[in-house]
């Protein structure tokens, strides 16, 4: 061991354990003991007189002993079963690919496209030569504006048919219509006045039994209608909507009878969480003057209703009272509303059923309009429909395909239909009678439509009628089924092609029969028919078109009414134009 290897022998000393640095402290000490303790024994064994030796062995070393370091161990129990505590379980989702970076890019800019040019009128006029038909038809409006809309509408159509074995069939139809729009900021004010002027004539007899002047079989009937309806554009869902209507009617005849009519009808809506709450309310009251009597009629309504539902299901479910002052009797009626739909998927197959009823007015305005030649001294009744329950599937098959079944069945007390009078003086029965009768009523209805954008549309649709009166023998003047096959062509919106196909069925009506002075009353049947209509339009420009209308192609001499035969094949033709 040389000098230079003592340092590096003391810093591998620091680096043993204690034990073993203090056993080698102790192999030191009992070697330096052993040879002192051999040095005396060679010393003691020398002759006396020899001098003492003396070696003096140079060097650097110089031993030395650190003090221990002692370390206080406490002894500690080391537990093997590991506790783990605020233990959590979870899923982290990584992507497996990195999100993608959307940059953003500079929007698209363009230009205002202009708007089609609006004119601010269209006249359409035509002539139908067989029957003497002159038509014309007028509209008028301003053009855009965010603040008012008004214009006004006129028409003219009348004809001088002379038809085979019945009386002069001369008419004429004259309408007026003068309407204006406010636009407020939540609110859209609406006025209209309607003029409308028909003229007929009772044709319905036989001439070979009778020759009547046309004065006597003509009739007038004259209507003033004032409107005014004011309605809420609210889109917050705390505020109430509301729909304001108030009406008023004037009828008047050449026999002096007149009707007026004041109705007003409110209707307010509002939202409760997602549901939809509507409250109807209806005043329309009556005055009906006849030459022997005075008809007075107040309805009054109210229609709560409740709508709730979602993108799959919908629900209508409401009740109805009404109130009916009917010549100095009042009654209470309350009709059920229940209206529900679920779309079973996606629009195609979508069933609905409820039940619903009403009380129907007869009026001196409704029943001349069904039907112009009605006597005008008839009884009046409304007719009270108890109930009307419907079931029924609807839905879309293709994106230009849809259709609608529905069966229907309804109760109805005083249900109104049209007979002959034959109380008529000189024989002359060429006037309807109205009697009534409960009634029920099944109906079976379908409708079938095709569209295919604006190019093409068919639509196909029908129904099937079984009438059961209590103590009438028939339905008189009701079809058992009425069809209808409607289809428009657009041919790149310079041709335009309509047609329809109606079919009628059978019905009923009272006839009187004369055995040996006996009369008595027997039904008859009226046979169904077919009527086919078409229709074609030419624009030459956007401000010139040229039409033609052919009616009833398969020259049928058909009975709506009963005595009153239609008009055979005729055709009409005329042209369209923008005077300005």
Do not use: C
């Not at 869902?237 to 108030?246: A, R």
């Not at 209707?267 to 309310?281: A, D, H, Q, R, S």
């Not at 409304?382 to 109760?411: E, M, P, W």
């Not at 379908?446 to 009438?467: D, F, P, S, T």
Request: aromatic content about 16%; overall charge positive.
């Amino acid at each position: 061991m040389s000098v230079l290897d003592i340092p590096k022998q003391k810093a591998d000393k620091k680096k043993e354990p204690l034990a073993k640095r203090r056993k080698r402290q102790l192999e030191w000490a009992l070697i330096l003991l052993i040879v002192l303790g051999y040095t005396v024994a060679v010393m003691a064994q020398q002759p006396s007189g020899v001098n003492d030796l003396n070696y003096n062995v140079p060097s650097e070393f110089q031993p030395t002993i650190k003090d221990a370091s002692k370390f206080s161990d406490v002894p500690e129990i080391k537990d093997t079963v590991k506790r783990i505590q605020n233990l959590k379980y979870g899923i982290t989702s990584i992507p497996l690919f990195p999100k993608y970076q959307v940059q953003p890019i500079a929007q698209a800019k363009l230009q205002n496209e202009p708007l089609n040019k609006l004119y601010h009128s269209l006249l359409k006029v035509g002539y139908g030569p067989i029957y003497n038909m002159p038509y014309g038809e007028f509209w008028i409006a301003n053009t855009r504006s965010r603040e008012t809309n008004y214009g006004a509408h006129l028409k003219h159509f009348s004809g001088t048919p002379h038809l085979e074995d019945v009386g002069y069939g001369g008419y004429s139809d004259n309408e007026i219509n003068l309407f204006a729009k406010q636009f407020y900021k939540k609110h859209t004010l609406t006025g209209d006045f309607n003029y409308e002027r028909n003229v007929i004539h009772y044709y319905g007899y036989d001439t070979s039994l009778n020759k009547l002047e046309n004065d006597f079989t003509r009739q007038r009937y004259q209507l003033f209608e004032p409107k005014l309806r004011l309605q809420s554009h609210y889109t917050d869902s705390t505020h109430i909507n509301h729909d304001l209507g108030l009406s008023y009617y004037n009828l008047q005849n050449l026999n002096r009878e007149t009707e007026n009519n004041i109705k007003f009808n409110a209707l307010g809506t509002m939202f409760i969480n997602k549901e939809k709450l509507n409250v109807g309310f209806l005043t329309d009251y009556y005055n009906h003057k006849q030459a022997n009597d005075t008809v007075n009629d107040l309805i009054v309504s109210l229609s709560p209703s409740f709508e709730a539902g979602n993108n799959t299901w919908h629900a209508d479910i409401g009740l109805t009272g009404t109130l009916d002052n009917f010549k100095d009797k009042t009654r209470f009626y309350f009709f059920p509303k229940l209206n529900v739909f679920y779309n079973v998927y996606e629009n195609v197959i979508i069933p609905y059923a409820g039940v619903n009823g009403g009380l129907i007015k007869n009026s001196f305005r409704s029943l001349s309009k069904e039907n112009r030649f009605v006597d005008t001294t008839i009884n009046y009744a409304n007719t009270n429909n108890k109930y009307n329950a419907f079931i029924g599937l609807r839905g879309n098959l293709s994106s230009k395909t849809s259709y609608d079944a529905k069966v229907s069945y309804a109760q109805y007390d005083n249900m109104h239909f049209f007979v002959i009078d034959y109380s008529g003086i000189n024989q002359v029965y060429n006037r309807f009678d109205v009697v009534y009768d409960n009634t029920t009523l099944l109906t079976v209805s379908g409708q079938l439509r095709y569209q295919l954008k604006e190019k093409l549309n068919i639509v196909a649709k029908g129904n099937y009628y079984l009438y059961k009166p209590k103590n009438l023998t028939r339905a008189y003047q009701k079809p058992d089924y009425d069809l209808t096959f409607s289809a428009l062509y657009n041919l790149k919106s310079k041709i335009i092609v309509k047609a329809d196909i109606f079919f009628v069925g059978q019905q009923w009506a009272l006839t009187q029969k004369t055995d040996t002075g006996f009369v008595s009353y027997v039904p008859k049947q009226l046979k169904g028919y077919v009527d086919a209509n078409l229709g074609a339009e030419y624009r030459y420009s956007k401000m010139l078109s040229f039409f033609v209308q052919l009616n009833n192609i398969a020259n049928q001499r058909y009975y709506k009414w009963d005595q009153y035969p239609s008009q055979r094949f005729n055709f009409m033709f005329g042209v369209t134009f923008v005077p300005f």
